[in-house]
């Protein structure tokens, strides 16, 4: 098993590789300020021209933060306006919401770096 620690804007990305006779899988744990904040991981058989080691994962890691914010700020929204459904036209009234949410930019940009 190896261990790989890269840190990016702030954030600490350690990175594991574990083999077995179905494959190789990379594990991600992201943290923050020495808090996990999320995992990912990237499962494969055969990769001989993977390249890029540990961005799926990593990616993967970054990706579920911003899902997981992305679903908080909505419920959020949806209360305010009293809104059971979000359509399409109240999403376009989220956008700007999501946009402006300063969490979302930071994710945007540490999955940018990847």
Do not use: C
Not at 5 to 10: P, S, T, V
Not at 16 to 34: A, I, M, N, V, W
């Amino acid at each position: 098993m190896m261990m790989e620690k890269k840190e990016i804007r702030g954030y600490t990305f350690l990175n594991q590789t574990s083999r077995d006779r179905s494959g190789t899988t990379e594990k991600t744990y992201l943290f923050k300020d020495d808090v996990k904040v999320s995992e990912g991981r990237d499962r494969w058989i055969n990769r001989p021209w993977y390249m890029y080691r540990y961005q799926n994962s990593m990616m993967n890691a970054v990706h579920k933060l911003i899902d997981a914010r992305t679903e908080a700020l909505k419920e959020r929204f949806m209360i305010e306006h009293g809104y059971k459904k979000l359509t399409s036209k109240r999403s376009e009234e989220f956008t700007p919401v999501l946009d402006a949410d300063e969490m979302i930019q930071e994710y945007r940009a540490l999955y940018k770096e990847l």
